[in-house]
Each structure stands twice: as structure tokens, then as C-alpha cells.
């Protein structure tokens, strides 16, 4: 019963870092759009893409294969942030850390072969 006080303690410091973290950032955008300069015009307003005029649509459908491809090299690319580390480490970690780092990198592996076979890999 008297060990409240340490967690309602530990509860108004998440509290105070949530709205510290709420109120700078609309703080600064605030002061952001109260200190800058706003000239709209005509010519400001419109699309501007490596100085050519628009001659269609901007919102154009693209393959799902994109975005499919895009996530296998986002989650190989996350396989080498967990590698690394594991690597430099690997002397102090011993056998049971080379089995987990095994049957990580096979579960990749499974999901590379799985991908491969839906063609997802190639670029058509």
C-alpha cells in the first residue's frame, strides 16, 4: 500500500513526455505558420514537376508489384539492422544465439522462396 507513490510517480512522467510530445510539435507548427511569409498567387499554386506543364492526371494507378517488390527489400533490408549486431556480438552470445540467428534468417529464406515462386521478383 505505501509503494503507490513510486508508481503514480513513474505513471506522471509517461503523462508529462505525452504532452510534451503532443504540445511542441503543434506549438511549432504554430509559430510556423504565424512567422512565415503567405503570398498565394496563381502561378505559386499551380503543379510544378521538373519545370514541364501537367498533361495528365497525377493520380495514377500503378502495378501492386511495386509496392510488393518495395516491402521485400524494406524486410531484407530490416534482416541486416538484426544481422549486424548479432554478428559483432556473436563470440559473447554463444550456440543458442547461431540457432535463433539460424532459424531467422531460414524463416527469411522461406519467405524469399515463397515470393520467388509468385513471381513477386520479377520486374515486368
Not at 539460424?102 to 515486368?124: E, N, P, Q, R, S
Given at each position: 500500500?505505501?509503494?503507490?507513490?513510486?508508481?503514480?510517480?513513474?505513471?506522471?512522467i509517461v503523462i508529462a513526455f505525452l504532452c510534451l510530445g503532443i504540445l511542441l510539435p503543434v506549438?511549432?507548427?504554430f509559430f510556423g505558420k504565424l512567422l512565415r511569409p503567405n503570398k498565394p498567387n496563381k502561378i505559386?499554386?499551380?503543379?510544378?514537376?521538373?519545370?514541364?506543364?501537367?498533361?495528365?492526371?497525377?493520380?495514377?494507378?500503378?502495378?501492386?508489384?511495386?509496392?510488393?517488390?518495395?516491402?521485400?527489400?524494406?524486410?531484407?533490408?530490416?534482416?541486416?539492422?538484426?544481422?549486424?549486431?548479432?554478428?559483432?556480438?556473436?563470440?559473447?552470445?554463444?550456440?543458442?544465439?547461431?540457432?535463433?540467428?539460424?532459424?531467422?534468417?531460414?524463416?527469411?529464406?522461406?519467405?524469399?522462396?515463397?515470393?520467388?515462386?509468385?513471381?513477386?521478383?520479377?520486374?515486368?
Amino acid at each position: 500500500m505505501g509503494d503507490w507513490h513510486i508508481y503514480q510517480n513513474n505513471y506522471l512522467i509517461v503523462i508529462a513526455f505525452l504532452c510534451l510530445g503532443i504540445l511542441l510539435p503543434v506549438i511549432a507548427l504554430f509559430f510556423g505558420k504565424l512567422l512565415r511569409p503567405n503570398k498565394p498567387n496563381k502561378i505559386k499554386n499551380t503543379t510544378y514537376e521538373s519545370g514541364m506543364e501537367p498533361f495528365h492526371d497525377s493520380r495514377v494507378q500503378f502495378n501492386v508489384r511495386y509496392y510488393i517488390f518495395g516491402l521485400m527489400f524494406v524486410i531484407f533490408d530490416a534482416e541486416t539492422v538484426f544481422l549486424y549486431p548479432w554478428a559483432v556480438a556473436y563470440n559473447k552470445l554463444g550456440i543458442f544465439a547461431l540457432i535463433e540467428m539460424f532459424i531467422f534468417t531460414a524463416m527469411l529464406a522461406i519467405g524469399l522462396i515463397y515470393a520467388w515462386k509468385k513471381k513477386v521478383l520479377k520486374w515486368t
